[in-house]
């Protein structure tokens, strides 16, 4: 269960989801019974009859910044950035510029010392490459963020291909959670697109109280296992926060007898970084490079709604830990089967 080719699938491209549902709660949803293996087929909206009363949903407030960013070199040729640390980068200035660490997609390598010319009159300077990614200084006053929320894309995941929807402003909302307000993300906790307002009344109405943290999901949640061995994998860090009051909901609930239902793996890797051995939380923010694979035991998380997932990928594995690696591969065996639509514009899963 250690070899990356455990974890993987046969997916067929015509299930990988290109567009999000109609309605944010008109997905499917397939239920995994942790204790029991068994597989029940249902619809979002029937997510309440699988919860109960006292539960603490916990949700990943991050807010995808439209870090994608179009332009040209010197020369001409065309360039395209992906801002990659926002939420850290913002609050770094050097000399009137703004410093991120990026990705660059460009005909050749760019070197240090080039000047890139974006849409909307952004600006910016290589300053140097660092692996494969780049520390781009961008020319930038206090207006540099809005001009960005105005001239930035949505990165959408590469898998979908197709040009962004309505030039980039329905992607700009439905690629986005309904509790996003923390802004500092490369890519959507997919597992929540699915929740509306209303939904998330109704399940506060009917007893369960919802809770919030924040995990900036990074280029390091998609970065593809390149090792044979998945434990000699390692992932990058991404910056976390974990309120007060969130700790004192999910200690309050465990303490009696509530169970911890995380919406999505970056959720249930807050949750799990934070955990103490006593089975309780403690409130913080830092960063959480924790890898969850087979053989992990969970400490708080005692469901989870998710996605799913690519083929030989770290959040395969992460489910894969929570409910066992054959029955993961069951479940996505009858998915494919049953044409469920996968990724990050696809179906629901919920494993209790």
């Given at each position: 269960m250690y070899q990356l080719s455990d974890y993987d699938y046969s997916l067929p491209d015509h299930l990988i989801a290109q567009q999000p549902a109609p309605r944010r709660d008109g997905s499917r949803l397939m239920v995994v019974e942790r204790v029991s293996g068994k597989l029940h087929h249902a619809q979002f909206p029937d997510l309440p009859q699988w919860l109960r009363p006292g539960d603490l949903l916990v949700v990943n407030n991050t807010r995808v910044v439209p870090g994608r960013l179009l332009g040209r070199k010197p020369s001409g040729g065309k360039v395209e950035a992906l801002i990659l640390d926002f939420a850290e980068g913002i609050g770094h200035r050097r000399e009137g510029c703004y410093l991120f660490n990026c990705l660059l997609r460009a005909s050749k390598r760019v070197k240090p010392g080039t000047h890139l010319a974006f849409e909307g009159g952004i600006s910016a300077e290589v300053v140097a490459a660092r692996g494969d990614s780049y520390q781009l200084a961008f020319a930038g006053d206090a207006d540099f963020e809005s001009r960005l929320e105005r001239i930035g894309q949505v990165p959408l995941p590469?898998?979908?291909?197709?040009?962004?929807?309505?030039?980039?402003?329905?992607?700009?909302?439905?690629?986005?959670?309904?509790?996003?307000?923390?802004?500092?993300?490369?890519?959507?906790?997919?597992?929540?697109?699915?929740?509306?307002?209303?939904?998330?009344?109704?399940?506060?109405?009917?007893?369960?109280?919802?809770?919030?943290?924040?995990?900036?999901?990074?280029?390091?949640?998609?970065?593809?296992?390149?090792?044979?061995?998945?434990?000699?994998?390692?992932?990058?860090?991404?910056?976390?926060?974990?309120p007060e009051k969130t700790a004192a909901a999910v200690n309050r609930t465990r303490e009696a007898g509530g169970r911890i239902v995380a919406v999505g793996t970056t959720t249930v890797r807050t949750l799990e970084y934070a955990a103490r051995r006593q089975g309780q939380v403690i409130a913080g923010h830092g960063w959480c490079d924790l890898f969850i694979y087979p053989g992990y035991t969970f400490k708080i998380v005692e469901a989870m709604i998710t996605n799913f997932h690519l083929p030989q990928s770290t959040l395969l594995m992460l489910v894969s830990a929570f409910a066992g690696r054959q029955r993961m591969l069951r479940a996505y065996r009858e998915a494919v089967a049953r044409e469920y639509r996968f990724f990050s514009y696809g179906d629901a899963m919920l494993i209790a």
């Open positions: 590469p898998y979908i291909k197709r040009p962004p929807k309505g030039g980039g402003a329905e992607d700009r909302r439905r690629y986005q959670t309904v509790y996003a307000s923390r802004k500092g993300a490369i890519a959507a906790p997919t597992a929540g697109l699915h929740f509306t307002p209303a939904m998330l009344a109704g399940l506060r109405d009917g007893g369960l109280d919802v809770a919030e943290v924040t995990l900036h999901v990074g280029y390091g949640t998609f970065k593809p296992v390149r090792v044979a061995d998945i434990r000699e994998h390692a992932m990058h860090a991404e910056s976390y926060y974990l």
